[in-house]
């Protein structure tokens, strides 16, 4: 199944799009993986969509991602006597540590680690910033505060802290318990963590997991881009989750974050994911707002790796058709004569590596030689993260035979993954890249690719040597 597009498409599962022959169709409209959202899905169901996918790539015969989305600390006022409460701009409202309904002066908070952290000056945004509130006292058993803005309050509303530092991790019992799960499946590629404040909150979950699936860090707090370069260096990934980024920082400031951040993962040559509400309208409409399809395409032209959708095919009405136009956008943007040019200007200097020269090399010389494509075994990724890392302008066909290695490289721009056993020598490392290009469609007979591969065959992290071959009238090495 040929992608005619680089970025990819995360697509997350939910009641529109748990069976069987719904992710079918996802898949063929144009996602590359599928996220499974743990704050909505219970162990059970996470194991059943999992089977599910796998089912679906065995039929499809792709290598498919699997991303499992830790719900992280949801943080939560408690009950009001009458379910709500009026507030005025101005007024006093108090959160304290009192398990009693509350009322229009005060509700009760049940954590006690906010209670501890925050500081006299420090905001406090309720209900997706709906209300605002300042800390003007606060004595680690109550919080009093102003209301600067917002009249209501109701029942279990999310609460924010775009000022403070908690000291707690970003693991809940519940995510530990979901890590367990997910674990214990050994079929999962990809674990996102919410709200990540800091680098330990990283390793806290690499130690836990000791490399058997990948980290992708989601930047939805102030706090995680004060340390944001340490962050990227302990991920695998990262997520640039801008719902909850608007809610705790100005929403006018979140486009150039999304620039910094893809950048960054640039750089570094780790995957970066754009999300949320990039086709909101389509949970109900099938056709988006252009604002979003302008929103999709500049996430594009930055060239972050994958985009992705959230409650358009997990609970929207068209989740066959929020993905084709998200492809379709890609495809669009890609073929824009403006494209090359913003993504070459933000190519990265490779960093002084034999996988960065080898890369390098690769992609000048099939530029060069106008060939049809790039052929990369990689047996960790490493190559294939590398060659990505170039954004070259010819297709990049990454050889691995690591099945998790290949699913793993689902979500990284312009990779087009296959599952192949080693080459046994060079000859057959060179008949092996020719065939798969032909028969993937890459290249017919006559053409040219360029192969990456390492010496001694078979050795991770070795990749040391580049060769051109002819693609012959059988599909094999020609001249």
């Known amino acids: 199944m040929k992608r005619l597009r680089n970025v990819k498409i995360l697509a997350t599962l939910g009641p529109a799009s748990s069976d069987e022959a719904m992710i079918q169709k996802l898949h063929e409209a144009g996602a ?67 398990d009693v309904p509350g009322d229009s002066n005060r509700v009760f908070l049940p954590h006690p680690e906010i209670l501890e952290a925050v500081q006299t ?45 908690l000291e707690s991790g970003a693991l809940t019992e519940k995510d530990r318990k979901d890590l367990d799960a997910i674990l214990a499946v050994d079929d999962v590629d990809w674990i996102a963590l919410s709200f990540i404040q800091r ?27 004060e340390r944001i370069d340490e962050i990227i260096e302990l991920s695998d990934a990262l997520m640039v989750a801008r719902g909850d980024l608007g809610v705790e920082m100005p929403v006018e400031s979140v486009p150039g974050i999304q ?29 988006p707002t252009r604002a979003e ?20 095919s997990a609970a929207g009405d068209y989740p066959v058709e929020a ?25 990265p200097v490779p960093d002084a590596t ?49 099945i998790q290695t290949a699913r793993r490289l689902s979500v990284v721009w312009g990779l087009h993954c296959v599952v192949t056993q080693d080459a046994t020598d060079l000859d057959d490392m060179v008949d092996r890249a020719c065939r798969i290009a032909f028969r993937e469609e890459f290249g017919k007979p006559g053409d040219r690719i360029i192969i990456s591969a390492g010496v001694p065959l078979g050795t991770p992290g070795s990749t040391n040597m580049l060769r051109i071959a002819y693609i012959g009238s059988d599909g094999m090495t020609g001249i």
């Open 32 to 98: 590359d993986l599928f996220r499974i959202n743990m704050s909505h899905s219970t162990h059970e169901m996470m194991r059943t969509l999992v089977s599910r996918i796998r089912a679906v790539e065995t039929k499809c015969g792709r290598p498919i991602g699997i991303l499992a989305d830790l719900q992280g600390p949801k943080l939560r006022v408690g009950k009001f006597v009458d379910g709500e409460a009026t507030l005025v701009a101005g007024q006093t409202f108090t959160l304290d540590n009192k």
């Open 354 to 402: 034999g996988a960065d020269a080898i890369s390098l090399a690769a992609r000048q010389i099939a530029e060069t030689l106008n060939l049809s494509a790039i052929v990369c075994y990689t047996s960790s990724g490493n190559t294939g993260l590398r060659a990505a890392r170039e954004r070259p302008n010819v297709p990049v066909i990454a050889l691995s035979p690591v």
């Open 199 to 225: 680098p330990e909150d990283v390793s806290e979950v690499r130690k836990i997991t000791r490399g058997r699936v990948g980290l992708m860090s989601k930047i939805e707090k102030p706090q995680a881009l």
């Open 323 to 347: 993905v084709t136009m998200m492809a379709s956008i890609a495809r669009k943007v890609e073929r824009d004569p403006n494209y090359p040019g913003i993504i070459y200007s933000q190519r």
């Open 259 to 287: 620039k910094q951040l893809t950048r960054a993962c640039r750089k570094a040559g780790k995957p970066v994911v754009v999300a949320t509400q990039m086709l909101e309208s389509m949970i109900s409409a099938s056709v």
């Open 293 to 312: 399809v302008s929103d999709v395409a500049t996430a594009v032209f930055e060239g972050a790796d994958a985009v992705m959708l959230s409650a358009e």
């Open 121 to 165: 000056g420090h905001r406090l945004l309720i209900d997706d910033g709906r209300l605002q509130l300042i800390a003007v006292k606060s004595d680690k058993t109550s919080i009093t505060c102003t209301v600067v803005n917002g009249t209501k309050i109701s029942d279990r509303k999310g609460v924010s802290l775009p000022d403070t530092l």
